[in-house]
């Protein structure tokens, strides 16, 4: 997607809302501006509307419409599912296994229940930030409450072995949080396959409009209990009190139904793309590395480390191009990616890392011209 020429290769970070998606939303602001909750034939109208939308998005990971759970995005779907859990089974233990390559929208709310006398296991990741069944299996004890291991890592793209996790929190009785925000729409999800009782995602990554998001809360046998964190009106069948942001949650459940439509051949068209980036890199720069670039990736996303020089200094050199040295979450972006170093990068060579993410809207000229500048610079400096 170009804008007065710019490059955009930081979908990681957000994506564009999809005309389509917009589309669906625009009357919502004008016409269907009912509130959910008021009982007159707008609130009815809304309702129809927000019901529609949670089908969709249920359908979307294999899920019941009641098992949807709307929040203001994925920071605080992860707090809900995360500090839920602690409250509603604290009588059964407190102990929460977490990762260490976790977004900061989960390590922070376990690091707060820390501070309450819940203790922590936290895991390292392996040379490409994956973590093993095996990790979580040996990390479990008696007092064990909550597992959180995310299915793909927003830095480095890595995708972990959810299903089996799932599976062995399911048979020792553990609650599987995942944080699917960076994998959704990216690759298939099906929370009954992969065994997950809890899972965040955010509109804002596939092509909906930022601030509305979800939580899936399983409700089949055995369900998940979780205490609400937002007291208020009771809505979201209690889980989450708050006026209900019918546009968003409208663009969102579009969103959903045209990432469900176009997965498979979108995937296909974005990796094409990713790997003649990654090639044509390669080929033409030397001493460069493509961090986990053997292990089992989302699509879309390219973690290069640009031996010898720092990321803030190419990527100030290269401002026609949109792209990352970190998660766009993490305030201040000086620091080395703690994601990298925990897979056992120095922090030197981390600094160097910079996140390529490809989307939707990516096309071959712009992996051209994005080539051509890089290598440019890269030579040059």
Not at 46 to 58: F, H, K, T
Not at 224 to 250: A, F, M, W
Not at 308 to 316: D, Q, R, S, T, Y
Not at 340 to 357: C, D, P, Q, V, W
């Amino acid at each position: 997607m170009s804008f007065n020429n710019k490059i955009y290769l930081d979908y990681n970070a957000t994506t564009p809302i999809d005309p389509q998606v917009l589309q669906a939303m625009l009357p919502i602001y004008s016409e269907n501006f009912g509130n959910p909750a008021s009982e007159h034939c707008f609130g009815k109208a809304a309702v129809e509307l927000v019901d529609a939308a949670r089908q969709q998005i249920a359908r979307f990971i294999n899920a019941s419409q009641r098992e949807i759970i709307f929040t203001s995005g994925a920071t605080e779907s992860c707090n809900l599912a995360i500090k839920g859990v602690a409250k509603a089974y604290y009588s059964k233990g407190k102990h929460i296994i977490v990762s260490t390559v976790e977004h900061k929208a989960v390590l922070e709310p376990c690091k707060r229940l820390a501070t309450e006398g819940y203790e922590l296991t936290i895991l390292q990741p392996d040379s490409n930030g994956q973590i093993s069944a095996e990790q979580v299996a040996d990390a479990i004890n008696r007092n064990t409450i909550l597992v959180c291991v995310m299915m793909a890592n927003n830095v480095v793209g890595t995708i972990n072995p959810v299903e089996q996790i799932g599976q062995l929190c399911r048979k020792r009785g553990v609650v599987f949080f995942c944080d699917a925000t960076q994998a959704a729409g990216k690759m298939p999800i099906d929370v009954e396959q992969m065994n997950i009782d809890l899972l965040a995602m955010s509109a804002h990554k596939i092509y909906g409009t930022k601030g509305i998001g979800c939580l899936y809360v399983k409700q089949k046998k055995p369900r998940v209990k979780l205490v609400c964190q937002n007291d208020g009106g009771g809505q979201e069948y209690g889980y989450r009190s708050g006026t209900l942001n019918v546009p968003g949650i409208v663009g969102f459940g579009a969103a959903c139904e045209m990432s469900e439509r176009s997965l498979t051949d979108e995937a296909a068209k974005i990796k094409k793309l990713r790997d003649k980036f990654e090639k044509e890199l390669l080929a033409n720069i030397p001493d460069i590395i493509i961090n986990s670039a053997k292990a089992p990736r989302l699509p879309n996303t390219s973690n290069i480390l640009f031996k010898g020089i720092e990321a803030a200094v190419l990527l100030k050199n290269i401002p026609d191009i949109a792209a990352s040295s970190g998660s766009a979450c993490d305030a201040g972006g000086a620091d080395a990616s703690y994601v990298l170093t925990a897979m056992g990068i120095s922090n030197e060579l981390a600094k160097t890392s910079i996140r390529f993410s490809l989307g939707r809207f990516t096309t071959e000229q712009e992996i051209n011209t994005a080539v051509q500048q890089i290598k440019n610079v890269v030579l040059g400096l």
